[in-house]
């Protein structure tokens, strides 16, 4: 009997044992309430192959304000001078497990790249700036790209160059007081301009002699007005950012013009910007004399209407 009692009360017990326990009503209640799980917002990382005796260089929109390296098998920094290019090559030879890097640039951009070793990694400059203009995920060399020079700020070549090729094709002159002439030689200033912290110095120089005006070089620097033989001479000079053309000769009976890229600058009234046109094997030399108040009446570029 106690053996017909024991097998009848199993399936009874084994009912009782996949009963799910209960859960207080409060519990049960915040439970329900818990937010759907949102998933992560991930960044799919670029795909990058690197080799041993080559260099790779990725350009970036904008500078590179942050790198780290995954390990030791790969070197990165940026070029000298240049803060959105990035070179990268492996360390060591023929390195077998992938590794990583990550950049984050000066307008917010996070970039993700998995890195392995290749003898033959195909692209050698990569050009970060066009792939995401065009919305795309991978990269892909190209054949051209745009450096951000550190003197030059975060204005890219390209804008500093459409300013200057804009001035140099409309052509107008505004400053009609700043000139140099003599032994058949005349400079003079036609324009100043200005934007985003730059100055854009507009010239012409022309030759009324049937000798080419070759220029040896062009200097800007700042001086004193009134300098006695009893004073030290006060001078800073000022290094151009750029020029529009490399303009080395003024042909016989012909004219010349350009433009020069200087950081934006303001001088006292005891001191004034000189430039110098220096002659190469001659003694042809010009210097204009720029007041303060020529300064401070430079033209903004944004009137100019450009395209930007």
Do not use: C, W
């Amino acid at each position: 009997m106690a053996v017909i009692f024991l097998l009848a009360m199993i399936p009874h017990y084994a009912r009782a044992q996949v009963q799910p326990a209960e859960i207080p009503a409060d519990t049960a209640k915040a439970v329900k309430s818990l937010p759907p799980e949102v998933p992560y917002t991930t960044i799919a990382p670029f795909e990058l192959r690197v080799t041993y005796d080559k260099t790779t260089h990725l350009i970036f929109p904008s500078a590179i304000r942050y790198m780290d390296l995954g390990n030791e098998h790969i070197t990165a920094e940026k070029v000298e001078n240049v803060d959105n290019v990035l070179r990268i090559k492996a360390s060591v030879k023929d390195f077998t497990e992938e590794t990583n890097s990550s950049v984050i640039t000066e307008d917010g951009k996070f970039y993700n790249f998995n890195i392995r070793y290749s003898d033959y990694p195909g692209a050698l400059v990569i050009n970060l700036s066009r792939e995401r203009r065009a919305g795309k995920d991978s990269i892909t060399a190209t054949g051209e790209g745009e450096a951000l020079f550190k003197e030059l700020g975060s204005d890219a070549p390209a804008l500093s160059r459409l300013v200057m090729e804009t001035i140099y094709k409309r052509d107008k002159r505004f400053v009609h007081h700043i000139a140099s002439e003599s032994f058949g030689i005349r400079v003079q200033l036609k324009g100043i301009y200005t934007l985003n912290g730059k100055l854009f110095f507009y010239m012409q120089v022309s030759n009324a002699t049937n000798i080419p005006f070759s220029i040896d070089f062009i200097s800007f620097k700042v001086v004193d007005k009134k300098v006695s033989k009893r004073t030290v001479i006060q001078e800073r000079t000022i290094e151009p950012l750029g020029e529009y053309l490399e303009l080395s000769e003024v042909a016989g009976t012909s004219s010349e013009r350009n433009v020069y890229l200087l950081e934006q600058l303001t001088i006292p009234d005891d001191k004034v910007l000189v430039i110098e046109i220096f002659e190469k094997n001659g003694g042809r030399h010009q210097v204009l004399n720029i007041e303060n108040e020529d300064l401070i009446k430079a033209r903004l570029v944004k009137d100019m209407h450009l395209n930007f």
